[in-house]
């Protein structure tokens, strides 16, 4: 059964950073390119990195570069996405999901057709 597990969300000031983590079960990370996203309350949700699954091309959202880093644990069959120097327009739920399908990155979708982790909420506050 493919499962996705977000979690390492948490409350925290601007300018902090978190470590979040989605550790996968049932299919073979290597394989897939892993999107992470973000819905803030009232807001659509936003694509804002996506890791291919070797040498393949890295994106991130123009409102992240610099801040985020999208990496992954093949092995460990987790992705994580460190969010450095929060700002409270950062605050949303944030996702990873995969359409085990595509190997490499094409460009940030605004939708995914596939299996998505549960969330994991982050909040910054000012």
């Known amino acids: 059964q493919v499962q996705l597990v977000d979690s390492g969300g948490g409350s925290v000031q601007s300018g902090g950073s978190l470590r979040l983590s989605c550790s996968v079960t049932?299919?073979?990370?290597?394989?897939?390119?892993i999107n992470w996203f973000r819905q803030a309350p009232g807001k659509e949700r936003e694509g804002v990195a996506c890791?291919?699954?070797?040498?393949?091309?890295?994106y991130y959202a123009d409102s992240v570069k610099g801040r985020f880093t999208v990496s992954r644990d093949n092995a460990k069959n987790t992705v994580y996405l460190q969010i450095n120097s929060l700002k409270p327009e950062d605050t949303a739920v944030y996702y990873c999901?995969?359409?085990?399908?595509?190997?490499?990155?094409?460009?940030?979708?605004?939708?995914?057709?596939?299996?998505w982790g549960q969330g994991t909420q982050v909040t910054v506050s000012s």
């Open positions: 890791i291919s699954s070797h040498d393949g091309p890295t």
């Open positions: 049932g299919f073979t990370l290597d394989y897939y390119a």
């Open positions: 999901a995969t359409d085990l399908y595509r190997s490499n990155c094409v460009g940030l979708p605004k939708a995914l057709y596939g299996s």
